[in-house]
Structures are given as C-alpha cells and as structure tokens.
C-alpha cells in the first residue's frame, strides 16, 4: 500500500450532510411530541417493510371485537360470569359434530377450544368446554356435566339457524393509516 496517499477528510462536506439529514427530520419532531392523544395503541412491528407493516397490521386486527381469542381474554379478566355466559350462547355459533346428525352432540368435540377460537363455531360440548376454561381462569370454580335434553323437531332450526352478528372495528388510527401508506 501507499502510504503517501492521503484519503481527503473535507469536515465541511460531512457537517452539510449532517445538517440536510437533521434539517429533513426537523420538520416531523414537533408532530410527534406535541401530537394529540387520540387513546388509540400505535403498532410497532419488527424488521423491514412490508412485513413490518403486515405485523402491525395483524396487531391492530387482534384488537377487533371480533377477534374471538382476545375477547375472549379480556371477559376472563373481568370476571363477568353473565358476559361470559352470553359470549359463549350468542357469539358462538352452534354446529352439529357430523353433518345431517345431530346424536351423540353432548360427548363430541370437533375442532377442540383452539379451533372454536379461530372459527366461532362449536358442537354443545365444546360451548361446555369453552365456557369452563373461562370460568376456571378466572377463578370461578366450574365443571362439566352432561344431561340429555328432549327438543321438539321444531325447537331444532332455532338452535342452529341464527344470525351472529360480529362487528369488525380495529381501533387503528388515521396517523397510523398514514403511516402504513408511506412505508408500503
């Protein structure tokens, strides 16, 4: 190597792109401290866009109410017995085990408590299970019992056939929106 080559250090050139970077980034600080407090969770996700942006998007998407497992998490934490007892009735739509069969639905499960989490569908017995998880993590004593009950040929549709309304509303702000715009 040549030891007589000097690299050029021009301090000048490096403080001009110092400033420009600052001077560029000056402009977002007082949005950002001074923003108004809108009490909606901002998402921050890890890595690189787009799949930066796609985590915070499954983020903000968890926080719908009709995300099944976090409302489901969140009844446990109020303790409210009757909440939980009418998530578990209304919320959750009854299915038999076997297609066009509705015998044997007190014993069978059919997708387990996961599967009801991901779909809000369950056979009696599941709505059973599921209702005791929920009441033993919140620390309701509770078990399962089985009972045969005898409906009429008419009483049958209403069970099954019901409309489950859940509303799909992700608490996502609009600076968020903005946010994922830019960066996709």
């Given at each position: 190597?040549?030891?007589?080559?000097?690299?050029?250090?021009?301090?000048?050139?490096?403080?001009?792109?110092?400033?420009?970077?600052?001077?560029?980034?000056?402009?977002?600080?007082?949005?950002?401290v001074?923003?108004?407090?809108?009490?909606?969770?901002?998402?921050?996700?890890?890595?690189?866009?787009p799949?930066?942006?796609w985590?915070?998007?499954?983020?903000a998407?968890m926080?719908?109410?009709?995300?099944?497992?976090?409302?489901?998490?969140?009844?446990i934490a109020?303790?409210d017995?009757?909440?939980?007892?009418?998530?578990?009735?209304?919320?959750?739509?009854l299915?038999?085990n076997?297609?066009?069969?509705?015998?044997g639905?007190?014993?069978?499960?059919?997708?387990?408590?996961?599967?009801?989490m991901?779909?809000?569908?369950?056979?009696?017995?599941?709505?059973?299970?599921?209702?005791?998880?929920?009441?033993?993590?919140?620390?309701i004593?509770?078990?399962?019992?089985?009972e045969?009950?005898?409906f009429?040929?008419?009483?049958?549709?209403?069970?099954?056939?019901?409309?489950?309304?859940?509303?799909?509303?992700?608490?996502?702000?609009?600076?968020?929106?903005?946010?994922?715009?830019?960066?996709?």
């Open positions: 190597m040549n030891k007589d080559i000097k690299q050029s250090h021009d301090p000048s050139r490096r403080d001009f792109f110092n400033t420009v970077a600052l001077a560029s980034l000056a402009p977002f600080v007082p949005l950002s001074v923003s108004c407090g809108d009490g909606l969770p901002t998402f921050v996700g890890t890595g690189k866009a799949f930066k942006v985590e915070e998007m499954i983020q998407v926080t719908s109410p009709d995300y099944l497992p976090g409302r489901m998490e969140r009844l109020s303790k017995l009757q909440a939980m007892y009418h998530f578990v009735r209304d919320e959750i739509i299915v038999p076997r297609p066009k069969n509705i015998s639905m007190g014993r069978e499960m059919k997708w387990g408590l996961e599967g009801v991901r779909c809000g569908m369950a056979t009696p017995r599941e709505k059973a299970e599921l209702l005791n998880k929920m009441y033993l993590e919140a620390g004593q509770s078990k399962v019992v089985f045969t009950t005898d009429t040929i008419e009483e049958v549709p209403a069970l099954f056939l019901r409309p489950v309304e859940r509303e799909f509303a992700p608490k996502i702000s609009k600076k968020q929106l903005r946010n994922w715009k830019k960066e996709m």
